[in-house]
C-alpha cells in the first residue's frame, strides 16, 4: 500500500496546479508579443531582482503606452517568482512557455539559464543573458539561441585591466605591477581565473586571486592577506552582501578604496550604501551608466510614474544601476523584434522569428541616441557568430551619493579572448554532438 | 524521535498472509504510473512536478533510513545528493564503455562511502550535536566541488550539462522519457528499501534507534549498524542526486545542492511521515506542490489587487505558519493522518 | 622561524579573536532558548534580520536612536510572547526535531514579515563609531571591532545579573535544571520562556545591530546562524560561557587556518574549517568544552 496514496494525492494536487495556470495564459489575440519573466522580488536577491525586472517592465510598458507597442504589436508578460533558485526557475518556464508569442527569455540568472539552454534551444525561443551567462555562449555558429548581450565574462576582465592599464598610462606600464583578484566562492567568481592569469602573462604583471567563501559576511582574512600582499590594485569579483562587507574590511585593514575596482556584479547601489563612507571613491564597470537624466529614462518618468503606473515602489530608485540594465535589456529586446518585424512582417513573431532578429540586433551610435538613450550605452554589433555583440564598458564612481563616470567608453580586447571562447564552445559542441552552424543557417526560420 | 512509534510498513506481513493483500496497491499504483499517466500528462506535469517528485522522494526514502529507522538526524542530505549527480558524471565521462547503469551504481557506491566518512561522528555524538556535525558534510562537499574544477571537467563556470539518458541500449529521451527513466530507477529503490526494513537489519535500525543501550545487551552491533544506516541512505540519496540533476534539472551545479535543500528533504520526512516508505512519497508530493498551488491561488486571487513583490513575501509568510500549523496538527505525519481516515472509512462500512 | 612574521600572526589573531566574539553573540541567542526549552532555534537568524530591519527603518523613518531602540526590543518582546503562545505551547512534549522544523517555519515567517513590512531595500546602519584601524605597535586593531566586543562583554554581563538576581532569571535556572522539578514547585513555565525568547529577541537585537553595521542590512544576516552553530557544537548548546570561549576558539583558528593554511588547499577554506575544527576537538574530548553531559536524544 506503499505508493498508491502518494500517487493519487499528486495526480489531484497536480490538477489543481494545472487548473490554476490556465487563466494565466493571455488569450490568443494576434498581434501580441509576450515576455514570460522568471522574476525574483523575494528572498536574498530581492534588491537586484526589482530593479532590473522594474526597468525591464517600465521599458515595455513604456512601448505600449507610448507607441501603442512595436509597430502595433502590443508587448505583454508575466512574471513567475524563483527566488534565485534553479528549480524554480525551471518550474516557471515550463508553466510560462505555452503562454502565446513567446519572444525571448530574461531570467538574469546564471543558473537558471544553464538549465535553460537545453529546453530554449529545442524549443527554438531566445535566451537573453545581458552581461552575463555561460561565456562561450558568445559563439552563435554552437549556441544558436543563447545570447549573452554587451559584455560576457572574460569581456569584463579584459575591460577592467584596459582600465587599470590607462590610469597607469598605457598598457605596458602595467609591467611589474600587483593586482589582487578578489572573488566569490562560486562558479561564477572562478569563471575569470584563467583570463586573468593569460592577460597577467601577457602585460607582465603579477595577479593573486583570493577566495571569498560564499556568502562573503566575513572577510578579515583575507584582506590581512591582501595587507601583507600590498597589491596596487584589487579587483572585487563579488556578489550579493559580499560586496560591503569587503569595502568595509578594506577600510578597516586600511587599504586605499580608490584601488578597489568593482566588476559587473559588484556596480549597484544595493553593493556601496551599506559599506556608508567606506565605499566613497570605489570604482565599478559598468556597461550602462546610471542616473535619470537620459531622456528614455526621463520619458519612462514622464509616461508612467508620473501617473502612478511604474514598477518600482521605491521611485529613489528611478535610474539606479539595476534598474538602468533593465531598461537596456528592454531596448535590446524590443529593437531586436523591430528589427525581425522589417523581415517577417508586423505581426506577433515566433521564437525562431526573434532569434534571427536578435542575430542582426545592430544600433549604432545615432540609433542608441535616436532611442533616447545617448551615453546611457553605447552601442551594439550582434551576428550571427557573435552573439555578445561587442558591447563597450565605462567606469563610475561612488561619491557618497550617487555614481559618477570617471572613464571613456573603453573597448575589450575581443580579438584576444575569441580563441578561447571558440575552444571552449568548439569542444561543448563535440560532447554534445552538435553540428557548427555556418552562415547559411542562419536564415532557415521556423515560423 | 524516540517516541516516535508509527507503525512501518511491515507491520501487517507478520501477522497476515504476507501474499497478494500487500501488493495489490503498490502494483495498480505503478501500472497507472507507468501506463496511464505518460498517456495523458501535459509537458508542464512532467517537468514542473513528477520529476522533482520522484528525485525528492528518493532522497526521502533514503533519509527515512537514517533518520527514521536508525535515528540518526542529517543535515547533510543534499551534499550527498551533490557527491551522486558528480560521481556519475565523472564516471560516465571518464571511464570508457562503462554504461550509464554502472555510473548510478558507482555513483552510489561513492556518495555511501562519502557518507560512512561523514557518519562516523555518530559514533561519539547524539541529537542536534550529531545533526550540526553533518553540515561539516554540507559545506565540505560544497566547497570540494566548487573549488576543484576537475570534477566538472574544468569547465569554465563550473556548471556541466548531463549526457544523454541511455539504460541497456535504449535512450530515455523528452520529458516522458526521463520521466520512465526515474520511475524505474525510484520503484527498484523504493523495493529495495521496503525489503532492508523488514528485514532483521531494518530490526536492527530501529532497535539502535529505540534504545541503544538495550541494543548492545542484546547483542546488536550498534556501531556497525549506524555506519551501514549511514552508507544505505546516502547511497539512495546520492542516486537521488543523479536524478534531480539528469533527469530533472539537466545540469549539474553544486549550488543546487545547498543546505535549504537538505533542510527540505528532512521537512519532507517529518511531513509525511517518520519510519514510513511511503511517507517520503507523500512528504514530496505535498513539498513540491503546495507552493506552486499557494502561488497559483495567490496569483489568481489577490493578483490585481497586490504588486507580484508583496504577493511572494505573504506567500513565504504562509507556507511558515502552515508548516507550523502542520507540525502542531499532525506531528506523526500525513502517513498517520492517512491511516487514521483509512481506518474510520473501515469502521464505517463495519458499522453499516 | 627565521622571518616569521610575528607582528601579523598577532594581528591575524587578534582580527579572529575579535570576529569570534561577534560568532559569540549569536550563538548566545541560540543558548538561552536551547537552554530552557530544549528548542535549537533556527529562527534565530530570521530574528536577527526582522530586529536590526526593524530597527534601521524606524531610524530612516526620522525616529531617534535610543528611541527606534525601545520600540524594536518592545516588539522584539511582544515577538518572543507571540513565539511562546503560537509555536512553542502547542508543540510541548514533541520531539525535538519537530520543534527544530517548527523554528524553521518561524524563520520563514519572520523573513517574510520584515521584508513585507519594511521592503527588500538593502540599507547601510551607521553606529556613529568610526571604523578606522589603529596602530599599536604595528598590529593594527580595528576600533570597531572593540566596541563590538565590549557590548558583547556588557550583555554577557547583564544577562547573567539577570539571572542572578531577577525571580524569572532564578526560575530560568530553576526550568534550565530540571523543568519538572520546577513545574512542581509551581513556577510558571509560560512565563520563564516568554520571557526567554524576549531576552534572545534582545540578543538578537544587538548583534543585528552590529553585523548590519558591518555589513548592510539585508537579507544575508539571517545567514549568520550558520557561523553560529560551530559555535555551539564546540561550547555546548547549553553553556553561555561555551558559546564565549567557543566563538573566540572558532573565530581565531578559522582565520589562522585562512592565512596560513588555506593557499594550500586553494583558498575558501573558512565555509567548513569551522565545522572540521569542532568536530575534531569532541571527537578527542567528547565532554566538549566545559564538561556538559552530552546524552541527549533527538
Aim: proline share 4%.
Amino acid at each position: 500500500m506503499t505508493l498508491f496514496r502518494s500517487f493519487r494525492s499528486t495526480a489531484l494536487a497536480a490538477s489543481l496546479a494545472l487548473g490554476f495556470t490556465l487563466p494565466n495564459v493571455a488569450s490568443a489575440l494576434a498581434d501580441e508579443q509576450h515576455f514570460p519573466l522568471q522574476s525574483y522580488r523575494v528572498g536574498p536577491y530581492a534588491a537586484g531582482g526589482t530593479g532590473f525586472f522594474g526597468g525591464f517592465i517600465d521599458y515595455l510598458n513604456l512601448i505600449n503606452t507610448r507607441d501603442g507597442g512595436v509597430n502595433g504589436v502590443k508587448l505583454t508578460w508575466s512574471e513567475g517568482e524563483t527566488q534565485y533558485e534553479v528549480e524554480r526557475g525551471v518550474e516557471a518556464y515550463e508553466r510560462l512557455k505555452s503562454n502565446p508569442g513567446v519572444a525571448a527569455w530574461n531570467p538574469l540568472s546564471v543558473g537558471i539559464a544553464y538549465a535553460m539552454i537545453d529546453r530554449i534551444t529545442q524549443d527554438k525561443t531566445p535566451l537573453i543573458t545581458i552581461n552575463h551567462g555561460r561565456t562561450d555562449s558568445t559563439d552563435g555558429r554552437v549556441f544558436p539561441y543563447v545570447f549573452p548581450l554587451l559584455l560576457n565574462p572574460y569581456s569584463e576582465t579584459s575591460g577592467i585591466v584596459n582600465y587599470i592599464g590607462s590610469k597607469e598610462g598605457g598598457l605596458e606600464s602595467l609591467k611589474g605591477k600587483k593586482i589582487v583578484v578578489l572573488y566569490h566562492g562560486s562558479p561564477y567568481g572562478k569563471e575569470t581565473i584563467p583570463i586573468y592569469e593569460l592577460l597577467a602573462k601577457k602585460y607582465g604583471f603579477e595577479v593573486q586571486q583570493i577566495e571569498v567563501p560564499h556568502p562573503g559576511n566575513e572577510q578579515q582574512a583575507q584582506w590581512l592577506t591582501i595587507r601583507r600582499a600590498k597589491p596596487d590594485y584589487v579587483v572585487l569579483r563579488g556578489w550579493g552582501v559580499m560586496n560591503p562587507v569587503a569595502l568595509k574590511t578594506a577600510a578597516k585593514t586600511g587599504f586605499p578604496v580608490d584601488r578597489i575596482i568593482g566588476n559587473v556584479w559588484s556596480n549597484s547601489e544595493e553593493d556601496v550604501i551599506p559599506a556608508g563612507d567606506a565605499a566613497k571613491g570605489y570604482t565599478a564597470i559598468t556597461t550602462q551608466a546610471s542616473g535619470a537624466e537620459y531622456p528614455v529614462v526621463k520619458e519612462i518618468v514622464k509616461t508612467l510614474y508620473d501617473q502612478g503606473k511604474g514598477n518600482l515602489d521605491d521611485k529613489k530608485r528611478i535610474g539606479s544601476v539595476y534598474h538602468n540594465l533593465g531598461i537596456v535589456n528592454g531596448i535590446l529586446n524590443v529593437e531586436a523584434i523591430r528589427i525581425a518585424q522589417q523581415k517577417f512582417g508586423k505581426r506577433t513573431l515566433t521564437g525562431d522569428e526573434v532569434r534571427w532578429g536578435f542575430e542582426h540586433l545592430q544600433l549604432d551610435q545615432a540609433r542608441v541616441e535616436a532611442l533616447g538613450a545617448k551615453d546611457l550605452f553605447h552601442s551594439i554589433h550582434v551576428t550571427w557568430d557573435n552573439h555578445e555583440g561587442n558591447g563597450y564598458v565605462t567606469f563610475q564612481q561612488w561619491d557618497g551619493a550617487k555614481w559618477k563616470v570617471v572613464s571613456d567608453w573603453i573597448a575589450p580586447d575581443w580579438a584576444l579572448l575569441r580563441p578561447i571562447i571558440e575552444k571552449s564552445s568548439e569542444a561543448y559542441a563535440k560532447e554534445k554532438g552538435i553540428k557548427i552552424r555556418t552562415a547559411a543557417d542562419v536564415d532557415t526560420v521556423t515560423n | 524521535m524516540s517516541v516516535l512509534l508509527d507503525t512501518p510498513a511491515s507491520a501487517p506481513n507478520l501477522s497476515r498472509t504476507p501474499s497478494l493483500k500487500t501488493w495489490v496497491w503498490p502494483l495498480i499504483v505503478l501500472v497507472v504510473a507507468f501506463g496511464l499517466v505518460p498517456a495523458f500528462g501535459t509537458s508542464y506535469l512532467f517537468e514542473g512536478i513528477l520529476l522533482p517528485f520522484l528525485a525528492l522522494s528518493l532522497a526521502g526514502v533514503g533519509l527515512n533510513l537514517l533518520t527514521g529507522y536508525a535515528g540518526q538526524v542529517s543535515l547533510g542530505s543534499a551534499a550527498f545528493m551533490a557527491v551522486g549527480a558528480f560521481a556519475c558524471f565523472n564516471f560516465n565521462l571518464r571511464v570508457d564503455g562503462l554504461p550509464l547503469f554502472g555510473s548510478i551504481i558507482l555513483a552510489g557506491l561513492t556518495a555511501a562511502a562519502v557518507g560512512l566518512v561523514f557518519g562516523l561522528p555518530s559514533l561519539r555524538l547524539r541529537g542536534f550535536y550529531l545533526a550540526v556535525s553533518t553540515l561539516a558534510a554540507q559545506f565540505f562537499v560544497q566547497w570540494a566541488l566548487t573549488k576543484f574544477s576537475w570534477f566538472s571537467n574544468e569547465s569554465a563556470s563550473g556548471v556541466i550539462d548531463a549526457p544523454a539518458l541511455t539504460l541497456f541500449g535504449f535512450t530515455f529521451e523528452g520529458a516522458v522519457g526521463r520521466y520512465y527513466f526515474a520511475l524505474t530507477i525510484v520503484t527498484l529503490l523504493t523495493f529495495l528499501a521496503y525489503r532492508l526494513v523488514v528485514s532483521e537489519v531494518g530490526r536492527n535500525f530501529i532497535a539502535v534507534r529505540d534504545n541503544e543501550t538495550a541494543a548492545r545487551i542484546i547483542g546488536i552491533p550498534v556501531l556497525r549498524t549506524k555506519l551501514f544506516a549511514f552508507a544505505i541512505s546516502s547511497f539512495i540519496i546520492g542516486v537521488a542526486g543523479v536524478l534531480w540533476a539528469f533527469a530533472y534539472l539537466r545540469t549539474v551545479e553544486p549550488a543546487g545542492f545547498n543546505l535549504d535543500r537538505s533542510f527540505q528533504i528532512l521537512f519532507l520526512i517529518i511531513i509525511g511521515g517518520l519510519a514510513t516508505i511511503r511517507g517520503a512519497f507523500y512528504g514530496a508530493a505535498l513539498i513540491v506542490v503546495f507552493p506552486l498551488i499557494l502561488s497559483r491561488l495567490g496569483a489568481l486571487v489577490f493578483g490585481d489587487l497586490f504588486d507580484s513583490g508583496v504577493l511572494d513575501m505573504a506567500q513565504r509568510i504562509v507556507l511558515g505558519a502552515l508548516i507550523i500549523l502542520f507540525l502542531i496538527l499532525e506531528p506523526d505525519g500525513l502517513a498517520a493522518l492517512f491511516a487514521r481516515i483509512r481506518e474510520k472509512i473501515r469502521g464505517g462500512f463495519l458499522r453499516s | 622561524m627565521t622571518g616569521f612574521d610575528w607582528l601579523f600572526f598577532t594581528e591575524v589573531l587578534v582580527g579572529g579573536l575579535l570576529s569570534g566574539v561577534m560568532y559569540s553573540l549569536v550563538a548566545i541567542g541560540f543558548v538561552l532558548i536551547y537552554k530552557t526549552s530544549g528548542v535549537l532555534n533556527f529562527a534565530q537568524g530570521a530574528m536577527l534580520l526582522f530586529a536590526a530591519l526593524t530597527f534601521v527603518s524606524l531610524t530612516e523613518r526620522g525616529i531617534n536612536f535610543p528611541l527606534a531602540f525601545v520600540i524594536t526590543f518592545a516588539i522584539m518582546v511582544a515577538l518572543g510572547i507571540a513565539i511562546e503562545r503560537a509555536v512553542l505551547r502547542p508543540l510541548v512534549n514533541k520531539p525535538p526535531i519537530t520543534l527544530f522544523m517548527a523554528t524553521l517555519g518561524l524563520s520563514y515567517v519572520l523573513e517574510g514579515a520584515a521584508q513585507l513590512v519594511w521592503g527588500t531595500q538593502v540599507h547601510g546602519l551607521d553606529l556613529g563609531i568610526e571604523d578606522l584601524p589603529f596602530d599599536i605597535g604595528g598590529v593594527f586593531i580595528s576600533q570597531f571591532d572593540i566596541f563590538a566586543a565590549a557590548v558583547a562583554l556588557g550583555l554577557v554581563v547583564a544577562l547573567s545579573l539577570f539571572f542572578r538576581y531577577t525571580r524569572i532569571g532564578l526560575g530560568f535556572r530553576a526550568v534550565a535544571d530540571d523543568q519538572f522539578a520546577a513545574l512542581a514547585v509551581g513556577l510558571k513555565l509560560n512565563w520563564i520562556w516568554a520571557s526567554v525568547w524576549a531576552a534572545a529577541g534582545l540578543v538578537a537585537l544587538v548583534a543585528g545591530l552590529l553585523w548590519g553595521a558591518r555589513s548592510g542590512v539585508q537579507f544575508s544576516l539571517s545567514l549568520i546562524v550558520l557561523k553560529a552553530l560551530p559555535v555551539l557544537v564546540l561550547g555546548g548548546f547549553d553553556s553561555i560561557l561555551g558559546a564565549i570561549v567557543g566563538g573566540l576558539l572558532v573565530g581565531a583558528t578559522e582565520k589562522l587556518a585562512e592565512v596560513y593554511i588555506g593557499e594550500y588547499f586553494g583558498g575558501g577554506i573558512e565555509s567548513w574549517f569551522a565545522y572540521a575544527v569542532a568536530l575534531v576537538f569532541l571527537l578527542i574530548r567528547p565532554a566538549g568544552l566545559f564538561g556538559q553531559k552530552l546524552v541527549e536524544r533527538v
